[in-house]
């Protein structure tokens, strides 16, 4: 019986250390993180932005980014632990093993005459007639007599001094950290140790592989459904417009899961007026293209609704019943889009190419709604093939001070930033009329937009020139730098009601056959990840080319001081393709901000496979550095830009035009500014 009582009490303890396993390193890994988390303000401080209340820091804000599910549950598991502890020591005070020495007051080893002076004198205070109370007579009888008895026999006394029991040696056992009740196999509750066993044992691990592998069936890695990645590979094409790829987007599983109510259908009979010239409906058979429309899919009809009124800032009109359905929606698109952005680049045609046209509608559309902006407004106008959509990002701007400012000979968002600080605000306050405050919101904004840099280089590693069928090694510095000094940073993007990282797209493409060569994302956020990897990619290309232990230490250090100042490293391979002159465009596309795309232009010449040792050097056209085989040019967007990354939203029929234009030099690669992150340099001489 005493056996089995101290089972019983062993449980909780083997229930507190079960509990401490994970519960003390994941509470020191979140004490970390939240300690590590930059007090730097990385986010915009326009007073937009500060409005929208996405980044205010209020007590209730506080709160309740505090009280989130796993941190309550955090703090639940801590109670209970600190509840098993005091009842542990509770009951550690109640369970006490046999020890005579300390019964008596005595250290071990004491004499005779000292254990019956302790004896007479714990007999004073505890001896039945000496002290009448129960609870005296209850530990003399139990604790002191029978110290005093273990201590005076010879034989007890040798054999606690040996074994550290009365009795002498005591047999090897072991018992089970369970409740006394489970613990009574012949009683009532016999049956319930079986249990107990099989549900912790068997059924418990069983119910968590059906969940996880239920979920990890249905989702993938980035949360996104397997159903929505089928449908967006089956609906993507190679010449998907633009303008067409709201189409595919708002066909995610995931939003074919968001209710549709009988209720909403006045709501969304009123918000389709508002935003039925961005619906690209055919007003010429206007009658026909609204039944048209409205016979989709009502959940189909109901997204597309929904984000029409984000980009045209009409959410305000909202139903309280559609708010809910608005969010969701929204929250769920930075992830779909970035799995739209894979299946447009992903290996497609039989030398490993992705679409180019595709890749650029989805970057574009996901600009358009991290900044609220109407697609339409990326209609070619003003000499800018990016339209007004950029000023519209800019805080208090609308099309009417576009309009305004273009009366003074600004026509495009480049000429706004090449403006100095004094006439820029001179132009917004006495054409536009915005006040002081005003004009620092919008100065706020354009120290946070981003300018990105290129450095490229292209070659076949271990040879001097690239043959056809080698395999060739693209190595880019992608160089950010903003005005207020900042590196990684959230975008300026009061509308959007969540939390965005800005992401840049490498793409490196041949803009004249569509095909994405290789692609890659690019994120200034996590510096310490992205020295990692730096280092290890430049360490092993260095290694492969027999560098020195030294050389190969100085160059990864000048790589980690490089990550340091704002930069990232791009690396990736590609087969040649047959014999032949490409021009092709190395892109670096936001998906956050409008107008601050970079692209340079590679002319490269691939030679016939000779034989080894015959090799002749890297051809190219003029300019093309010997070493490199690549020629980095930038061009002014106000004298010519490439059609075949103009924003198509105005006209689906650009397909045509392409074909009758891939032999003409604007398809070969030229490069020319895109907003702030471009630089003027000569044209292109073929």
Not at 161 to 188: C, N, S, T, W, Y
Request: aromatic share 8%.
């Amino acid at each position: 019986m005493a056996a089995s009582e101290e089972n019983s009490s062993l449980f909780p303890i083997f229930i507190l250390t079960l509990m401490a396993l994970p519960l003390v390193p994941y509470t020191i890994h979140k004490l970390f993180s939240a300690a590590s988390k930059k007090t730097k303000t990385i986010h915009c401080q326009c007073s937009e932005c500060t409005q929208s209340g996405k980044y205010s820091r209020s007590i209730f804000k506080r709160i309740s980014n505090f009280s989130t599910c796993s941190n309550l549950t955090l703090i639940l598991l801590w109670v209970v632990m600190v509840g098993l502890v005091y009842y542990i020591k509770n009951m550690s005070s109640e369970i006490q093993v046999f020890e005579p020495f300390s019964i008596l007051g005595l250290e071990s080893g004491a004499s005779d005459s000292e254990i019956k002076k302790a004896y007479r004198r714990l007999s004073i205070h505890y001896h039945p007639d000496k002290n009448p109370d129960p609870e005296a007579h209850k530990y003399f009888v139990e604790y002191i007599s029978k110290a005093y008895q273990a201590l005076t026999d010879p034989v007890s006394r040798e054999n606690f001094e040996k074994f550290g029991h009365p009795d002498g040696r005591q047999g090897f056992k072991m018992g089970l950290a369970l409740p006394q009740f489970l613990l009574d196999i012949d009683g009532a509750y016999g049956g319930i140790l079986l249990l107990w066993i099989v549900g912790v044992c068997i059924l418990l691990p069983l119910v968590i592989a059906v969940i996880y592998l239920s979920r990890s069936a249905k989702y993938t890695g980035n949360y996104v459904m397997h159903q929505t990645l089928s449908t967006y590979y089956y609906l993507m094409k190679p010449s998907l417009a633009p303008s067409k790829v709201m189409d595919v987007f708002v066909k995610a599983a995931e939003y074919m899961e968001i209710p549709v109510r009988r209720t909403d259908n006045e709501p969304l009979q009123k918000l389709f007026l508002l935003v039925r010239s961005e619906l690209n409906l055919d007003l010429k058979n206007i009658k026909q293209e609204q039944a048209k429309f409205w016979k989709q899919h009502p959940a189909l009809v109901k997204t597309e609704l929904l984000i029409q009124a984000h980009l045209t800032r009409e959410s305000s009109s909202l139903s309280p019943s559609l708010q809910g359905d608005f969010r969701r929606v929204l929250e769920l698109a930075p992830r779909l889009l970035e799995e739209l952005m894979k299946m447009a680049v992903i290996p497609r045609t039989a030398q490993g190419h992705g679409w180019l046209r595709p890749a650029i509608g989805v970057v574009e559309l996901s600009q358009c709604i991290i900044q609220a902006v109407p697609l339409s407004a990326k209609k070619t106008s003003g000499g800018s093939s990016e339209g007004i959509a950029p000023f519209l990002q800019l805080p208090h701007f609308s099309e009417a001070v576009v309009k305004k400012i273009a009366r003074k000979k600004v026509r495009t968002f480049q000429d706004l930033q090449d403006m100095t600080l004094q006439d820029r605000a001179e132009l917004l306050a006495q054409s536009a009329g915005f006040s002081s405050a005003e004009v620092q919101d919008v100065e706020t904004v354009l120290e946070m937009m981003p300018s990105i840099t290129l450095e490229l280089i292209c070659e076949t590693e271990g040879e001097e020139g690239i043959q056809e069928g080698d395999i060739v090694t693209l190595q880019a510095w992608v160089s950010l730098n903003r005005a207020n000094g900042l590196i990684g940073a959230l975008p300026h993007a009061p509308y959007f009601p969540f939390h965005k990282e800005e992401n840049f797209w490498c793409l490196l493409a041949d803009s004249a056959s569509n095909n994405v060569w290789f692609s890659q994302k690019v994120s200034f956020m996590d510096e310490a990840a992205a020295i990692t990897g730096a280092s290890k990619a430049i360490e092993e290309t260095m290694e492969g080319s027999g560098a020195s232990a030294k050389e190969i230490s100085v160059a990864v250090k000048e790589t980690v001081e490089k990550v340091k100042s704002g930069s990232r490293l791009v690396m990736g391979k590609f087969q040649a393709p047959a014999e032949g002159n490409y021009n092709l465009t190395c892109y670096c596309l936001c998906d956050s901000w409008i107008g601050c795309d970079k692209r340079s232009t590679l002319k490269v010449k691939v030679l016939k496979r000779t034989r080894a040792g015959t090799r002749g050097g890297f051809v190219a056209e003029e300019g093309l550095a010997a070493e490199d085989g690549i020629e980095e040019e930038e061009e002014n967007e106000e004298e010519e830009y490439d059609e075949d990354y103009e924003s198509e939203y105005s006209e689906d029929e650009a397909d045509d035009k392409q074909d009758t234009k891939k032999k003409a030099p604007a398809a070969n690669g030229t490069v020319h500014k895109q907003g702030s992150s471009s630089e003027s340099s000569g044209s292109d001489e073929e």
